[in-house]
T-cell receptor, first 115, second 112 residues
């Protein structure tokens, strides 16, 4: 069983640039969520994709956008990067309704530094 | 608006003793609670969960207690082992909802 994988693991960008982060969900998981974890804080929900549609969003501006592909992999795009966007970005997958524990399966994260 | 709060940033415990990690929540709609463990350079991994219809759930050395009237839950680890040293996140969700709300985490140090 393949776990959740994310790429790249680390990257550095400058203010105003755009970034794309990628996630391959765990085998059989059709739902992907993205979280932002700033230093010293817990993961903050950005949005969730189910069957290629966004079906839930947290308190993040529209410059945070995403995609989900037919193979359930996903992308997180952030435009007009700001210094406060520096964080660990976590992707998590699961199968809603059939996973009795309700647990999320996380990747290792992509650490973004904005200079 | 912090709906899930972990007020202790860190906790240090001697090996073999009990570790107690605490968590408070404010949203009475939450009906499912989880604990995740995170090692450096790894993503969080699920540890144990509890539904609001229960007040206790055990899994080996880990027990989660839920006090709905106080909107409080706790994770007990006994006996604590050095390999338990990690950051522990308390999380909450609403069944049928689409997001999980996490606390800021508590860093546990288990000394040998």
């Amino acid at each position: 069983e393949t776990g959740v994988t994310q790429s790249p693991t680390h990257l550095i960008k400058t203010r105003g640039q755009q970034v794309t982060l990628r996630c391959s969900s765990q085998s059989g998981h059709n739902t992907v969520s993205w979280y932002q974890q700033a230093l010293g804080q817990g993961p903050q929900f950005i949005f969730q994709y189910y069957r290629e549609e966004e079906n839930g969003r947290g308190n993040f501006p529209p410059r945070f956008s995403g995609l989900q592909f037919p193979n359930y992999s996903s992308e997180l795009n952030v435009n007009a990067l700001e210094l406060d966007d520096s964080a660990l970005y976590l992707c998590a997958s699961y199968v809603p309704g059939t996973d009795l524990t309700g647990e999320l399966f996380f990747g290792e994260g992509s650490r973004l530094t904005v200079l | 608006d912090q709906q899930v709060k972990q007020n202790s940033p860190s906790l240090s415990v001697q090996e073999g003793r009990i570790s107690i990690l605490n968590c408070d929540y404010t949203n009475s709609m939450f009906d499912y609670f989880l604990w995740y463990k995170k090692y450096p350079a790894e993503g969080p991994t699920f540890l144990i969960s509890i539904s609001s219809i229960k007040d206790k759930n055990e899994d080996g050395r880990f027990t989660v207690f839920l006090n709905k009237s106080a909107k409080h839950l706790s994770l007990h680890i006994v006996p604590s082992q050095p390999g338990d040293s990690a950051v522990y996140f308390c999380a909450a969700s609403v069944t049928g909802g689409f997001k999980t709300i996490f606390g800021a985490g508590t860093r546990l140090f288990v000394k040998a």
